[in-house]
């Protein structure tokens, strides 16, 4: 069975996320540091080896993931006039950071259902 305290974290972290949709672009970074967050704080209640090792390897994965997605952006937005470049890169950028949150979140989500965590 998992721990309430986990399963009040990917509650919590989903909250966040819903609050996302509909703030403004320059808004939305600190609500996905704190989703983030309460995900990477969920971690220090987890005891069952297997199950770290899950986690540090799907966000690993996840990360790299995100980075390659990241440089491919970066590849998009090279030839475009810096001010719209500024605009365009953020709107990516929030893309990409909903994209990693919400791959966390269903991944924590799965996590609790197979393991006792």
Same mark, same amino acid.
């Given at each position: 069975?998992? /721990?309430?305290?986990?399963? =009040?974290?990917?509650?919590?972290? /989903?909250?966040?996320?819903?609050?996302?949709?509909? %703030?403004?672009? +320059?808004?939305?970074?600190?609500?996905?540091?704190?989703? =983030?967050?309460? %995900?990477?704080?969920?971690?220090?209640?987890? /005891?069952?080896?297997?199950?770290?090792?899950?986690?540090? =390897?799907? +966000? +690993?994965?996840?990360?790299?993931?995100?980075?390659?997605?990241?440089?491919?952006?970066?590849?998009?937005?090279? =030839?475009?006039?810096?001010?719209?470049?500024?605009?365009?890169?953020?709107?990516?950028?929030?893309?990409?950071?909903?994209?990693?949150?919400?791959?966390?979140?269903?991944?924590?989500?799965?996590? /609790?259902?197979?393991?006792?965590?």
């Amino acid at each position: 069975m998992t /721990s309430k305290i986990i399963n =009040d974290g990917i509650i919590e972290a /989903s909250n966040y996320l819903n609050e996302v949709e509909g %703030l403004p672009l +320059e808004q939305r970074k600190p609500v996905f540091d704190l989703a =983030d967050g309460v %995900l990477v704080n969920i971690k220090a209640f987890v /005891s069952n080896p297997e199950a770290w090792k899950k986690i540090n =390897d799907y +966000e +690993e994965r996840t990360h790299k993931e995100f980075t390659r997605r990241l440089n491919d952006t970066r590849g998009k937005l090279k =030839d475009m006039d810096p001010l719209i470049q500024w605009q365009s890169g953020m709107g990516y950028m929030m893309e990409l950071r909903l994209w990693k949150t919400r791959e966390m979140i269903a991944f924590w989500d799965k996590l /609790s259902k197979e393991h006792d965590l």
